[in-house]
């Protein structure tokens, strides 16, 4: 190929690679196939390869690139990044808008209700409609720049489209929405910096923290504080692996262009710009439209597909905002209508502090029961030592609880009027309270997310975690392991790693309380079972900190065998499907521990397979290579675990939930919600004979 030819080539692919990511992350309406994608993108980077010179800053290519950073530049905000006031109830609400309208008598006032994004507040530069910076709202006067950071957030555009010209004029629009079909000829401006809200959707939140328990890390609280953890990571491909998405609702400063007058249109112009506003706006002209636009909201809030803890009320004229101003904090033309959360009040009996097996100490209310949003609750999480001290929440207190969206419950703050002198400061432990060892603090996913860790590997609590993670039957599946006999093995010292269960005698089981020698034949033999597990079954069951199920699964198809994953240098790890640099660290660092080198010693002299019967090396046909499965309701011959290993065995994955990206589900008796989602989204959906003849097709003459 000439030069000329692979420019304009070049040129082709990246227009057509933005477009399709514009249509899938932005419009949510998928343009191409998936393969039909990777085709292209992977013509990109061949190209990119052949004529490096081609490759520019905003090429599809360039979302995850760079080396980690030292620390986060600080950026000044050309103007500064203000705050909301917040109202809680109508009465508030309709005295903000008496409030404006002293500012502004004799003006008819137009007002713009939007959803309040509930995530961490971002500023983007675009220059020449190029993406030149995004940083944080820091301060409000001063933030990070992570660029690095927001360019890996697919439905940030890292050029914004030229927006198409168009003659209609409009009308303005009643209650709802503005059409983005109908967008105003919009010129590029020359500079606009847009602002707006990095978020975690529900679904992306929910399951990376499935993956994150799964590999023996810390679950987040809730969508905000993961993307605030996301964001502040120094590495941007730690960013990347996590499901994050951006809305814009304003702008900071513009030039070259003629700048819109109102919110409504500002909003039209950004989407034609390619880039992703609320989907529900509402345009009022009085306290009562207001009220129905927030009672609409409220009403459409569990369908939103991110949490949202209010609604924007904004005043759609932009001069008639400069004439009202700000405080030092925030607009005076703008005000947040927050919804009530489920909340219930009760009584903080007492802290107890949780260790859990990668030794995290987490403290747990202890409540009073309540009943909240139907059902009772007698415990919530209070996430962290520092919560506890910022919130200062203390044992005796009354306290506000609150469970909103997904999340699990948690205490919003202690009701300090109704102290009455009793209530004690709670010491968190300045040592393990399981085995008194020293205690570290780890950082590393954000100072929202600071977590405590014991140091002692030995830690019985860590022991005792580590084992019943070897049983569970996502792992090795012991049958009988469980944690009422895990607690005993632990506390007689009979076993104090996973080795040790395979040095149990049928005498020292069955002495254990409430094991009797059936029981204690049982269990020898399922622990006898368990040797033959394949040897995924045996790496995930290590707890090795991030290796989920996944991960273990590729690393078992990469390696013959454990001594070949022992051999593995971090180099030939990181180049492995779902292995980054991250994980391969980990999965490096652990292999070549000298004290977990004896332990796997000791599972090899007691006969456990240590080969994988998923070994395939790359030249082994994968017929379903990228494609993923859901699988619901009870097959009539094949449990799930076959059902599974028969679609790993071709390729595909498994996947827990259905989304847009789901190729089939296979369905059987009762299945769940999963059903109804997949034939709203127009999935194939098959039975299992369906599913047995796709699978003789896919695996082709034997
Ligand atoms: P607060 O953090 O409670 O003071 O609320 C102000 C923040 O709300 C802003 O800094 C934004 O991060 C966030 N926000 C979410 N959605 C919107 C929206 N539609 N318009 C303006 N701000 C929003
Ligand atoms: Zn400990």
Same mark, same amino acid.
């Given at each position: 190929m000439t030069a000329t030819a692979a420019r304009t080539r070049h040129a082709e692919l990246v227009a057509q690679i933005r477009a399709h990511d514009h249509a899938y992350y932005v419009l949510a309406q998928p343009t191409v196939s998936d393969s039909e994608y990777d085709r292209l993108y992977r013509a990109l980077v061949d190209l990119e390869r052949q004529f490096p010179e081609l490759l520019t800053p905003d090429s599809p290519t360039q979302r995850v690139g760079g080396a980690p950073l030292d620390k986060f530049k600080p950026v000044r905000h050309s103007q500064p990044m203000l705050s909301l006031d917040n109202t809680y109830s109508p009465a508030e609400l309709i005295e903000f808008v008496q409030r404006v309208q002293r500012l502004l008598p004799n003006k008819t006032l137009e007002w713009t209700v939007e959803p309040k994004v509930d995530g961490v507040a971002v500023t983007l530069r675009y220059e020449q409609g190029l993406l030149t910076l995004g940083a944080t709202r820091g301060d409000g006067a001063t933030g990070d720049d992570v660029t690095a950071n927001l360019k890996t957030v697919r439905s940030v555009p890292l050029r914004l489209l030229v927006p198409p010209a168009s003659t209609h004029t409009r009308n303005a629009p009643q209650q709802e929405l503005f059409d983005p079909a109908r967008g105003p000829a919009v010129a590029l401006p020359t500079l606009i910096e847009v602002r707006g809200e990095v978020f975690m959707t529900k679904s992306g939140f929910a399951q990376l923290n499935a993956q994150r328990a799964a590999a023996s890390e810390e679950t987040f609280a809730n969508p905000r504080n993961a993307t605030a953890g996301a964001l502040k990571q120094l590495d941007p491909r730690v960013?990347?692996?996590?499901? +994050?998405?951006?809305?814009?609702?304003?702008?900071?400063?513009?030039?070259?262009? $003629?700048?819109?007058?109102?919110?409504?249109e +500002?909003?039209?112009?950004?989407?034609? +710009?390619?880039?992703?506003?609320?989907?529900? *706006?509402?345009?009022?002209? $009085?306290? %009562?439209?207001?009220?129905?636009?927030?009672?609409?909201?409220?009403?459409?809030?569990?369908?939103?597909?991110?949490?949202?803890?209010?609604?924007?009320? =904004?005043? @759609? $004229?932009? #001069?008639?905002?400069?004439q009202c101003g700000a405080t030092a904090k925030a607009p005076r033309w703008a005000i947040a209508y927050k919804y009530a959360a489920a909340q219930a009040q009760t009584r903080l009996r007492r802290i107890t502090v949780q260790v859990g097996r990668t030794g995290? +100490?987490?403290?747990?209310?202890?409540?009073?029961?309540?009943?909240? #949003?139907?059902?009772?609750?007698?415990?919530?999480?209070?996430? @962290?030592?520092?919560e506890i001290r910022r919130k200062d929440i203390r044992v005796g207190d009354h306290v506000l609880i609150e469970k909103a969206g997904e999340v699990i419950p948690a205490v919003v703050k202690a009701l300090t009027e109704k102290r009455t002198g009793q209530e004690q400061v709670f010491p968190f432990p300045k040592s393990c309270p399981e085995c008194g060892s020293r205690i570290s603090r780890d950082s590393t996913a954000g100072e929202a997310n600071v977590v405590w860790r014991c140091t002692n590997p030995d830690c019985p609590a860590q022991v005792r975690?580590?084992?019943?993670?070897? *049983?569970?039957?996502? #792992?090795?599946? /012991?049958? &009988?392991?469980?944690?009422a006999l895990i607690v005993q093995l632990v506390k007689t010292g009979l076993v104090r790693d996973v080795a040790d269960l395979y040095r149990l005698r049928l005498d020292e089981l069955a002495a254990l309380e409430r094991m009797g020698e059936k029981s204690a034949r049982n269990f020898l033999a399922s622990i006898e079972a368990s040797k033959t597990r394949d040897l995924w079954r045996l790496i995930f069951g290590l707890g090795i900190l991030?290796?989920?199920?996944?991960?273990?699964?590729? /690393?078992?198809?990469?390696?013959?065998?454990?001594?070949?994953?022992?051999?593995?240098?971090? =180099?030939?790890?990181?180049?492995?499907?779902d292995v980054g640099d991250v994980i391969a660290a980990s999965?490096?660092?652990? *292999? @070549?521990?000298?004290?977990?080198?004896?332990?796997?010693?000791?599972?090899?002299?007691?006969? /456990?397979n240590l080969r994988s019967e998923l070994y395939a090396p790359a030249a082994t046909a994968r017929p379903w290579a990228g494609k993923t499965f859901v699988l619901t309701?009870?097959?009539?011959?094949?449990?799930?675990?076959?059902?599974?290993?028969?679609?790993?065995? /071709?390729?595909?994955?498994?996947?827990?939930?259905?989304?847009?990206?789901?190729?089939?589900?296979?369905? &059987?008796?009762?299945?769940?919600?999963?059903? %109804?989602?997949?034939?709203?989204?127009?999935?194939?959906?098959?039975d299992e004979a369906e599913f047995l003849r796709l699978c003789r097709e896919a695996a082709g003459p034997r």
């Open positions: 960013t990347a692996a996590r499901p +994050l998405d951006l809305i814009v609702y304003g702008a900071g400063r513009s030039e070259g262009w $003629s700048a819109p007058g109102r919110q409504s +500002l909003l039209e112009r950004l989407r034609a +710009l390619g880039l992703k506003t609320p989907e529900h *706006c509402w345009l009022c002209r $009085s306290t %009562d439209e207001l009220l129905a636009a927030i009672a609409d909201l409220d009403r459409r809030r569990a369908d939103l597909g991110y949490e949202t803890d209010g609604a924007v009320i =904004k005043l @759609n $004229s932009f #001069a008639l905002r400069q995290a +100490l987490t403290p747990v209310a202890e409540l009073e029961p309540v009943t909240l #949003a139907g059902s009772t609750i007698s415990r919530a999480t209070l996430h @962290n030592a520092d975690g580590r084992l019943e993670h070897w *049983c569970a039957r996502s #792992a090795m599946d /012991l049958e &009988g392991g469980g944690e991030h290796v989920g199920a996944g991960v273990a699964k590729s /690393l078992a198809r990469h390696f013959a065998s454990l001594d070949d994953l022992l051999e593995a240098s971090h =180099k030939t790890l990181s180049q492995i499907d999965v490096h660092a652990w *292999c @070549n521990d000298p004290d977990h080198r004896r332990l796997l010693e000791r599972l090899r002299q007691a006969g /456990l309701g009870t097959l009539p011959t094949l449990t799930r675990d076959q059902a599974t290993a028969q679609i790993e065995a /071709l390729g595909a994955t498994v996947a827990s939930s259905v989304s847009k990206k789901t190729d089939y589900v296979v369905a &059987g008796a009762e299945p769940g919600s999963k059903l %109804d989602k997949a034939h709203k989204l127009g999935l194939r959906i098959l």
